[in-house]
C-alpha cells in the first residue's frame, strides 16, 4: 500500500514513549520517510511501529559480549583407553565414609 502525504498512520513516537497516531510528512520511493505525531506533534523518522531497544538492553549485551570473549573455552579433555574390567578402582562418593 502505497502512502500520501497526510496519512494517518501509526508509528512510535521517541518523544511520547508510545505508539501513536501519525501523519505523513514525506515519501521516499512511495513509502513513509518522515512523519508528525498528532499528540505531541514532533517530527522523526518514519520506525515501522518498532520501538528502540533500550539504553540499558544495549549496555548489558555490551557487558555479556565482553564476558564471554574473556572466557577461554575448556580444554579437550583426552579420552582414557578402555582397560580391564578387574583393573578398575571402585570410586568414593563425596560426603559418605569408607565402610569398616
Not at 518522515?34 to 539504553?55: F, G, I, L, M
Not at 565482553?66 to 582397560?83: F, I, K, R
Request: proline letters at 8%; aromatic letters at 4%; hydrophobic letters at 35%.
Amino acid at each position: 500500500m502505497d502512502a500520501r502525504l497526510g496519512d494517518v498512520i501509526d508509528d512510535f513516537c521517541v518523544k511520547c514513549r508510545r505508539l501513536t497516531n501519525h501523519s505523513v510528512v514525506s515519501l521516499l520511493s512511495g513509502a513513509a520517510a518522515k512523519v508528525r505525531c498528532r499528540t505531541c506533534y514532533s517530527d522523526h523518522d518514519y520506525r515501522n511501529e518498532q520501538a528502540p531497544p533500550s539504553k540499558k538492553d544495549l549496555k548489558k549485551a555490551e557487558l555479556f559480549n565482553a564476558v564471554l570473549s574473556g572466557v577461554a573455552p575448556p580444554p579437550a579433555v583426552p579420552e582414557e583407553p578402555a582397560d580391564d574390567a578387574g583393573s578398575k578402582k571402585t570410586a568414593k562418593k563425596p560426603g559418605k565414609r569408607a565402610e569398616a
